[in-house]
T-cell receptor, first 112, second 116 residues
Framework: SAVISQKPSRDICQRGTSLTIQCQVDSQVTMMFWYRQQPGQSLTLIATANQGSEATYESGFVIDKFPISRPNLTFSTLTVSNMSPEDSSIYLC?????????FGSGTRLTVV | AQKITQTQPGMFVQEKEAVTLDCTYDTSDQSYGLFWYKQPSSGEMIFLIYQGSYDEQNATEGRYSLNFQKARKSANLVISASQLGDSAMYFCAMREGAGGGNKLTFGTGTQLKVEL
């Protein structure tokens, strides 16, 4: 199965700023998924990113707040824009294989 | 309605004992997949086991087995011979539809603590 390198692993950011999270996959994959995990909560899908097309956002998430890029089949970024303390979460990227979805190691974001 | 329900927010088990983590699901799709993930305090998501809706045998992976009861729409995870390193959050998840490209929907998780 694919291996995903995600960075940064953690960051502390000032409110009002933006952070871009990167995920690099060691093989070509069709879909990439971005999840948010708020403290003590489960994973919630933000959007699905297919190479060459705009990401598809889930209800409650908008492109202006979480712009996503997918320039090729091995790479994707998620930007958390104009951050507020409510954005403090773990952000995870993921891709699928036949049986197991692989996840990046996560980005633990704290907004102060 | 919740697609994935995990009713046990927390569970305790003695080391070397077996433990069952409950998961029920709701879907109208005939083809779907069920997954269990382990999330230690470090935050990474570790894939444990997969069960396809058409699989007739219960999935097993080492000390992990999945008790799949299709008619009841349940997919409980059984961990045998618990170890201290099994202490973590466990998530049940479902992929609706066949093949790749479909998102996973997660349950709320069960925090497992293994005690000496």
């Amino acid at each position: 199965s694919a291996v995903i390198s995600q960075k940064p692993s953690r960051d502390i950011c000032q409110r009002g700023t933006s952070l871009t999270i990167q995920c690099q996959v060691d093989s070509q994959v069709t879909m990439m998924f971005w999840y948010r995990q708020q403290p003590g909560q489960s994973l919630t899908l933000i959007a699905t990113a297919n190479q060459g097309s705009e990401a598809t956002y889930e209800s409650g998430f908008v492109i202006d707040k979480f712009p996503i890029s997918r320039p090729n089949l091995t790479f994707s970024t998620l930007t958390v824009s104009n951050m507020s303390p409510e954005d403090s979460s773990i952000y995870l990227c993921s891709t699928d294989s036949n049986y197991g979805y692989t996840f990046g190691s996560g980005t633990r974001l704290t907004v102060v | 309605a919740q697609k994935i329900t995990q009713t046990q927010p927390g569970m305790f088990v003695q080391e070397k004992e077996a433990v069952t983590l409950d998961c029920t699901y709701d879907t109208s799709d005939q083809s779907y997949g069920l997954f269990w993930y382990k999330q230690p305090s470090s935050g990474e998501m570790i894939f444990l086991i997969y069960q396809g809706s058409y699989d007739e045998q219960n999935a097993t992976e080492g000390r992990y087995s999945l008790n799949f009861q299709k008619a009841r729409k349940s997919a409980n995870l059984v961990i045998s011979a618990s170890q201290l390193g099994d202490s973590a959050m466990y998530f049940c998840a479902m992929r609706e539809g066949a093949g790749g490209g479909n998102k996973l929907t997660f349950g709320t998780g069960t925090q497992l603590k293994v005690e000496l």
